[in-house]
């Protein structure tokens, strides 16, 4: 992944050039065809995705309840908190994503919390008051 590309993203666009320099050493890019699954409801929590192209839907309890596109992020709620997946998300079209696996987060988090506080940030607007 090229450091520049993160630039683009909302999540890293506050970085400095370092810090997306780290950012793009721990994370993987894959492209994944029209129709994939990424996400299994109640499934294992194991990456956090960010979508640099392409769209995708989420559903929950079979309803569609949400669409993502590129800049969009998710996965967060897992690999944060440690749960199942809180959503299926399907990619529409062909995408490219960004996906930061468990530990590479983890690791991540150990050397740059800035990540982690963006992404628990976004989580907390997405999720209802506990």
């Known amino acids: 992944m090229d ?14 050039k370092r810090e997306r320099e780290l950012v ?3 994370a993987d890019e894959i492209d994944v065809p029209a129709g994939k699954v990424l996400t299994q409801e109640g499934g294992p929590s194991q990456e956090f995705f960010v979508i640099t192209s392409g ?9 569609e309840v949400g669409h993502l596109e590129s800049g969009d992020f998710f996965g967060e709620i897992g690999i944060l908190r440690s749960e199942p997946r809180t959503a299926t998300v399907t990619a529409d079209t062909p995408m490219r994503l ?7 987060f983890t690791a991540l988090d150990h050397e740059l919390s800035e990540v982690r506080k963006c992404v628990e940030k976004a989580m907390a607007e997405r999720m209802p008051s506990e």
């Not at 450091?3 to 400095?16: E, M, N, Q, R, T």
């Open 3 to 16: 450091a520049s590309d993160l630039k683009s993203v909302p999540l890293f666009a506050g970085l400095s």
């Open 24 to 26: 793009a050493r721990f």
């Open 55 to 63: 769209s995708a839907t989420v559903t929950r309890d079979g309803s």
């Open 98 to 104: 960004l996906v930061l696996f468990a530990q590479n």
